[in-house]
């Protein structure tokens, strides 16, 4: 996975969209079942474009592609096209929290850079 925004990770603000995106996850991907569940495209709409816009943010490329796709079947209002990528995308965006989790606290963890 890419990364783009780990790259700066020590600068506080991109530290704290990781530490944003990951505690959030499990929220949007809540909040996207619901409306899916209710047919609430609307909702739906505006969940994965949160999704695809912080994972875009992030470089997170295989995650984006997936709510891509689930986002495209929503647009359609189809719902069993939604449905169908609904377990990979739940799959990818907790292994995406998984690998940010540990790239975050490797970067906490690792010794300061020294200024000669």
């Known amino acids: 996975m890419t990364l783009a925004l780990l790259g700066s990770i020590g600068d506080e603000n991109s530290g704290r969209f990781v530490l944003d995106f990951i505690n959030l996850w499990e929220t949007r991907s809540q909040r996207l079942m ?21 994972s875009t943010m992030l470089g997170a490329w295989p995650l984006e592609a997936i709510a891509g796709m689930v986002h495209a079947a929503v647009k359609n209002a189809d719902l069993p096209g939604s449905l169908s990528h609904l377990p990979r995308l739940r799959e990818v965006g907790a292994v995406t929290c998984t690998e940010l989790s540990v790239l975050l606290e490797s970067r906490r963890s690792a010794p300061a850079a020294r200024v000669s």
């Open 34 to 54: 619901n409306a899916l569940s209710s047919h609430d495209f609307e909702e739906a709409d505006v969940v994965l474009l949160s999704i695809r816009s912080s």
